[in-house]
T-cell receptor
Framework: AQSVTQPDIHITVSEGASLELRCNYS??????LFWYVQSPGQGLQLLLK??????LVQGIKGFEAEFKRSQSSFNLRKPSVHWSDAAEYFC???????????????FGKGTKLSVKP | DSGVTQTPKHLITATGQRVTLRCSPR?????VYWYQQSLDQGLQFLIQ???????AKGNILERFSAQQFPDLHSELNLSSLELGDSALYFC????????????FGPGTRLTVT
């Protein structure tokens, strides 16, 4: 069964420092992968997605993620973190249904990011 | 603002009661998804509707049901509520039946006392 693992529950970085949030997935075929961000009291916002093609994908708010098939990973990165990036980040994979004609999202447990001034 | 609206924002009710959560998808989106977010279970997919028909079911309890109406808004009905049903319930929508890009509403926080 498909699954997503985010090994870090909580990460603290200093403002201006670089960030990498880890995500590993378990899936037999080429996955459809997503990163979402949830600010306190808010819904989830899509940061970026990977379906195929270039393994380095760019998203909103200066985030990028790299798909590495050999490591079953889809890590999220940002070169310089801003205080407003403090939030919870979720990695997700699409679980296929009906022979691949549709699917629903399976989420990791999330990584909470705190930013030090 | 994602364009997905959910009402109410907060709901407090007692065990054994029944509540209805409402979701309006983004204009033009045909699919509606329901998710439950709790501290112990994380974010879990409950059910998906596409153009009025149920398309996929996740970890949805038999006490819970949903429907999507002709105007594409959706309702999630939770009955015989238990303390463990306290959670944040999110609705999301996408253009078609495959979740290439889902847009999430702000959620309904349900507290069962």
């Amino acid at each position: 069964a498909q699954s997503v693992t985010q090994p870090d529950i909580h990460i603290t970085v200093s403002e201006g420092a670089s960030l990498e949030l880890r995500c590993n997935y378990s899936y037999g075929a080429t996955p459809y992968l997503f990163w979402y961000v949830q600010s306190p009291g808010q819904g989830l916002q899509l940061l970026l997605k990977y379906f195929s093609g270039d393994t380095l994908v760019q998203g909103i708010k200066g985030f990028e993620a790299e798909f590495k098939r050999s490591q079953s990973s889809f890590n999220l990165r940002k070169p310089s973190v801003h205080w407003s990036d403090a939030a919870e980040y979720f990695c997700a994979v699409v679980m296929m249904n009906y022979g691949g004609s549709q699917g629903n999202l399976i989420f990791g447990k999330g990584t909470k990011l705190s930013v030090k001034p | 603002d994602s364009g997905v609206t959910q009402t109410p924002k907060h709901l407090i009710t007692a065990t054994g009661q029944r509540v209805t959560l409402r979701c309006s998808p983004r204009s033009g989106d045909l699919s509606v998804y329901w998710y439950q977010q709790s501290l112990d279970q994380g974010l879990q997919f409950l059910i998906q509707y596409y153009n009025g028909e149920e398309r996929a079911k996740g970890n949805i309890l038999e006490r819970f049901s949903a429907q999507q109406f002709p105007d594409l808004h959706s309702e999630l009905n939770l009955s015989s509520l238990e303390l463990g049903d306290s959670a944040l319930y999110f609705c999301a929508s996408s253009v078609d039946s495959f979740p290439y890009e889902q847009y999430f509403g702000p959620g309904t926080r349900l507290t069962v006392t």
